[in-house]
């Protein structure tokens, strides 16, 4: 079964309740309505009602069967407002203004235990949907940075299945230093531990193995490494690997001398910027051929997600599943 299949039939099942807190796109009210008619997630759409309606009568379908509501008019507002002042020195009249924002409030929702899940992005920047993640969701236990991955779903061929890896980070974090990159490898060790069917092992890209090469560059891996081995020994890691030691068994054979759980059999990928990672999946996208899925944004307390602003019905009813799978 795909990673995408198995994301849908954990989503059916756990029937989760995911929020959209951007209701006046048409492409938002589709999918929320396709998740309710399939049985798929119970969906909340935010917004003023007059342009959720609109937006329902664009998209050609039914919001009968969607909970819509404006935050500014909610029950909830002074609940989520006080709870998002905790630890925070801030007027009671600026916590409200904040949480009536439908980013916000949607954050608080999760934050809460009021929705499993948020899925933003298609009228907000990345960076705005992150903001919103850190200061009402928060970062997940010993996670101080927020980064992406995506699921790269390469074609079965003659020689093997359909195969499955993670990508991370590939948008958000331009040059992660040692500490910020050992957050991303914690990170996307534990995304890939709920989707992957095979266990997580993590390879720490570099232009060099083992200490081939010396350089800055590969210091920053090397370092990352450490710290993400000391932080959580559990995590099966290593590096710091080519990309050929890290995926071609042949190869790690020649080049790692040492005994590894990793080497030539990796089914995460870091990358050491975010030059690496873009390209990176770019490249095995159109010359492999293989669907990318994402990005999912990581590192964060509860699952939430962003959308690029072009995304798709499909899109979002996809990335959709994947948050929910990750509940």
């Known amino acids: 079964m795909s990673v995408l299949a198995r994301s849908f039939e954990s989503a059916a099942q756990k029937q989760g309740t995911i929020v959209f807190p951007e209701g006046n796109d048409p492409r938002i009210i589709a999918s929320a309505h396709r998740l ?9 759409v935010l917004g003023k009602q007059d342009r959720v309606l609109a937006a329902a009568e664009e998209a050609g ?12 008019e909610s029950e909830e507002l002074e609940r989520y407002a006080s ?18 924002k439908p980013l916000f409030f949607a954050g608080m929702m999760v934050a809460c235990g009021d929705a499993d899940t948020m899925v933003a992005g298609v009228s907000n920047a990345t960076a705005t949907v992150i903001q919103a993640g850190v200061l009402t969701v928060g970062f997940a236990e010993g996670i101080q940075t927020p980064s992406s991955f995506f699921l790269m779903v390469l074609p079965s061929t003659s020689d093997q299945d359909e195969r499955c890896l993670v990508f991370a980070d590939c948008a ?3 040059d ?27 390879a720490m890209l570099s232009l060099s193995t083992c200490g ?13 490494l450490e710290i993400a081995r000391s932080r959580d020994s559990s995590i099966l890691i290593d590096g710091e690997f080519q990309a050929d030691t890290a995926l071609v068994a042949k190869v790690a054979a020649k080049k790692v001398k040492h005994a590894s759980e990793v080497a030539g059999q990796a089914n995460v990928l870091i990358f050491p910027t975010l030059d690496a990672g ?13 669907k990318a899925i994402g990005p999912f944004l ?10 690029s602003r072009g995304a798709s019905v499909d899109d979002i009813v996809a990335t959709s599943a994947v948050c929910l799978a990750q509940t």
């Open 298 to 307: 990581q590192g964060f307390a509860r699952p939430i997600s962003d959308l």
């Open 172 to 174: 958000v974090n331009i």
């Open 278 to 290: 873009n390209i990176g999946y770019k490249l095995t996208q159109y010359l492999a051929d293989a």
């Open 176 to 202: 992660p230093s040692a500490e910020e990159l050992a957050d991303i490898a914690i990170a996307s060790a534990r995304s890939a531990a709920k989707l992957l069917s095979d266990p997580p092992r993590v």
């Open 212 to 224: 081939s090469a010396s350089h800055p560059h590969v210091e920053k891996v090397t370092n990352a």
């Open 61 to 72: 379908v039914d919001p009968s069967g969607i909970t819509m509501f404006d935050p500014a």
């Open 83 to 100: 709870t998002y002042r905790q630890g925070r020195t801030l007027k009671e009249s600026i916590a409200l203004r904040m949480v009536k």
């Open 36 to 44: 309710a008619t399939e049985q798929l997630a119970r969906p909340i």
